[in-house]
C-alpha cells in the first residue's frame, strides 16, 4: 500500500529511510530531508510495521515529493532497503537510517561525486557523532582505503552511502537472517572487487551511537561478522586469527555492558573535534532543527 502524493516527474535523487518505531529521533531525521540545499529529491518513507506513531507522522507529511509505503508487517531493514530499491525513481538512491540526521550539504557535495564517477562507484562521507539528544559529541573519519574480503566490512559508515539506484538493484542487501545485523558488512564485502568505492572526508552526516548501544544487536553483528570470515577466509590460520580477534571482542563489550559502560564500547570509535569543527557541526545542526516540516512539525 502507498499513501502521499505521487511525484510529478522523476528526481534526480531518492532518498530511501525504512524505519521500525523509531520514536522522537523521527523528526530531526526528517527534518534533515528538508533542510538540504539541494532540493530534486524523492523521499521514500518505509514502514516496517511501526507501532509507535511514526507511520502517521510520515502519512501526515504535505508534499509531492514524499512517498509513504506500509503494508504493516515486519521483514527487516534489509528487505525494505532492498524494497527501496526497487520503488526509487530517482537517478540515484541515498541511503538513511530513521534515527539519524544528514548535513544540509549532504546530497549536493555527495551528488556531484557520483556524477563526475562510474555508474559503478559508491561514496559514503565521513561523519558526526551526536548522542540521544542530538547532541555533537565528536567526529569519525572515513577509511579511504579499498580493501578486498574480511577487510572490506569496515569501507563505509553504512548510512552515509550513496550510489546509482541500477547498482543497488544489481547489489542487492543480503535478507539471509544471520546478516541482520550486518547487512552492509555483507555488502561490502561481496562488492568490493566490481565495485570502486570513493569518500567525502568532509563530515556530512550526524550518526547516532552514543546512548543508544544495544548488546544484543552488537552480539548479533559479531555473529554475522564470524560468519563472514568462515565463508571469505579460506586459510586456517588466517580465519582462526580473524575469528579470535571478534571472540576477544565479544568477550571484552559483555564485560563493559555488565559494568554498565556501553558508552565506552563506542567511544573508540570517534575523534573529539576542534573548536571550529564544533561550532560548524553545531551550525549546521541547528539549522536542521530550525527546519519546519510542511505539517506544522518542528515549528
Known amino acids: 500500500m502507498s499513501s502521499g502524493l505521487q511525484s510529478a516527474g522523476k528526481r534526480a535523487v531518492s532518498i530511501v529511510i525504512p524505519f521500525y518505531n523509531p520514536g522522537s529521533f523521527f523528526l530531526p531525521a526528517l527534518q534533515s ?32 515529493r514524499v512517498k509513504v509505503f506500509a503494508d504493516g508487517a515486519n521483514r527487516g531493514l534489509s528487505y525494505r532497503l532492498n524494497q527501496g530499491a526497487q520503488l526509487a525513481c530517482g537517478e540515484y538512491l541515498f541511503r538513511m537510517d530513521a534515527d539519524d540526521i544528514m548535513h544540509p550539504e549532504r546530497l549536493g557535495l555527495q551528488l556531484a561525486v557520483l556524477q563526475a564517477s562510474s555508474r559503478e562507484t559508491v561514496v559514503g562521507t565521513a561523519c558526526y557523532s551526536i548522542d540521544m539528544n542530538s547532541k555533537v559529541v565528536g567526529w569519525r573519519p572515513v577509511n579511504s582505503s579499498q580493501n578486498t574480503g574480511f577487510a572490506a566490512r569496515h569501507s563505509f ?14 547489489n542487492p542487501y543480503s535478507e539471509e537472517y544471520i546478516y541482520r545485523r550486518a547487512e552492509d558488512s555483507e555488502l561490502w564485502c561481496r562488492t568490493a572487487t566490481s565495485a570502486e568505492f570513493k569518500w ?25 561478522l564470524l560468519e563472514l570470515i568462515r565463508r571469505l577466509e579460506h586459510g586456517l590460520p588466517r580465519r582462526w586469527i580473524l575469528g579470535a580477534k571478534e571472540l576477544v571482542k565479544i568477550g571484552l563489550f559483555r564485560g563493559l555492558a555488565a559494568l554498565h559502560c556501553n558508552d565506552l564500547i563506542v567511544r573508540h ?31
Do not use: C
Not at 286 to 293: D, G, I, N, P, W
Open 200 to 224: 567525502i572526508e568532509r563530515p556530512l552526516f550526524f550518526y547516532r551511537e552514543i546512548g543508544v548501544f544495544s548488546l544484543g544487536n552488537y552480539l548479533a553483528g559479531e555473529e554475522a
Open 269 to 299: 570509535r570517534y575523534r573529539k573535534l576542534l573548536p571550529n569543527g564544533l561550532e560548524e557541526a553545531e551550525r549546521a545542526i541547528s539549522l536542521v532543527m530550525q527546519t519546519a516540516l510542511p505539517t506544522g512539525y518542528g515549528e
Open 157 to 170: 559508515i553504512h548510512p552515509t552511502v550513496a550510489a546509482t539506484t541500477s547498482w543497488f538493484r544489481k
Open 33 to 64: 530531508v528538508f533542510a538540504q540545499t539541494f532540493t530534486d529529491w524523492e523521499l521514500l518513507l518505509i514502514d516496517d510495521g511501526s507501532k509507535d506513531g511514526s507511520l502517521e507522522i510520515a502519512s501526515r507529511l504535505e508534499d509531492e
